[in-house]
């Protein structure tokens, strides 16, 4: 088990993005602050991040604020006015942006718990720039504002007022609702530190997970991991979910230009199956969930699947492409699956999640 987890949690990343030579980035950002803005207002919470990107605090916290404010004088706890109206009031000079729950798995327990998060620290340094910090907060540390100084952050990255930390810090919590479940990283060993995505302990003993783009299973016992290839993991896994929803249904022939009824999930011949694409990534989405597999089913598993030969694909695989193809004359649309390839692949590669 993990003997400090806070020492995976002492480097941080900073870098500049600017606005011009970074607009991917600055997209991102703006989508994400217009995501947070919908959740504050949907969830009638009182917090908003303005086109100025800062948390801000909206007219009836800032009262309640104002109020526990003994000296509102100062320059740091200024209320900005206009028209006469109080507008709002700065918590701080940066936003937060959360970006993976942060879990440490028990080898002895095999029992995931949350620990922090993962998050990105955003200020301003000018018009066309912006410091970012990288970094992982545990728990405890994000509880205290005491995280908010130079150990942490920079000199660039300071609270207004202390006593209206809170808000800050309920605003973080919120913002968690940005994530999915997958968007974790995972701690199980003091040696290998943070993973990218962690599948857990396999039927053969193995923990299997995901570091640097790049897949590997492990044993307590062993010195070395033995890398795996993490898209042609998912795609065994991916592939053996379909075979199940394959083995218990039925299939009308090709020409058959009926409807599909139930039982009945698409058509085929000797060469290939076609599945009405609907039916497919639900019931793998279940079957993830039922053997505590955790993986997106997107474009790039479909990509991977093509390059071997298993799927037919409508379009450009490298640009725009869809996963489902027209089969027949009646204008049907399944994902079309060539069955010797997907039996060779699955034979071929089934040992590397056993």
């Known amino acids: ?67 526990e404010i003994e000296n509102i004088d100062e320059p740091n ?37 949350e620990v922090g998060l993962n998050v990105k620290v955003y200020t301003r340094i000018n018009k066309k720039e912006y410091k970012c910090i990288q970094l992982d907060l545990l728990n405890e540390t994000l509880a ?5 100084d130079p150990n ?5 990255f300071f609270l207004y007022r202390e006593n209206i930390y809170p808000y800050l810090l309920r605003a973080i919590r919120l913002a968690t609702r940005l994530l999915d479940d ?26 299997r997970y995901i570091k640097d783009s790049r897949g590997y299973k492990w044993m307590e016992s062993e010195d070395m991991s033995i890398e795996i290839d993490p898209m042609k993991f998912n795609a065994v896994i991916f592939l053996n979910a379909v075979q199940g929803l394959i083995h218990k249904s039925e299939f009308l022939e090709m020409d058959n230009s009926s409807k599909l009824q139930e039982d009945f999930i698409g058509w085929e011949n000797e060469n290939i199956w076609a599945i009405k694409y609907s039916l497919i990534k639900p019931h793998v989405t279940n079957e993830l969930k039922r053997t505590g597999r955790n993986f997106k089913i ?14 037919s694909i409508e379009g450009d695989v490298e640009g725009v492409f869809r996963p489902d193809a027209k089969i027949g004359s009646a204008n049907k649309r399944a994902l079309v699956l060539d069955k010797m390839r997907f039996h060779e692949f699955i034979e071929e590669n089934q040992h590397i999640i056993e």
């Open 77 to 113: 706890s200024e209320v900005k006015k206009g028209k006469g109206l109080t507008q709002g009031a700065f918590i701080c000079n940066f936003f937060v942006v959360p970006i993976n729950r942060l879990r440490v798995y028990d080898l002895q327990k095999q029992k995931t718990t």
């Open 182 to 207: 997958d968007d974790a990283k995972v701690i199980f060993n003091d040696e290998i530190g943070w993973v990218d995505n962690f599948y857990g302990r396999d039927n053969s003993g193995y923990l």
């Open 1 to 67: 088990m993990v003997n400090d987890v806070g020492i995976h949690c002492s480097e941080k990343y900073v870098y500049y993005i600017n606005r011009k030579k970074n607009p991917e980035e600055f997209r991102r950002v703006e989508e994400t602050m217009g995501v947070m803005n919908a959740i504050f207002s949907e969830m009638s919470e009182d917090f908003l991040i303005e086109d100025h990107k800062m948390m801000k605090v909206v007219r009836k916290r800032i009262n309640q604020a104002r109020d």
């Open 152 to 156: 942490y952050l920079d000199y660039d």
């Open 144 to 148: 205290n504002s005491k995280w908010i």
């Open 298 to 311: 997107d474009n790039k598993l479909y990509a991977f699947l093509f390059k071997q030969g298993i799927l």
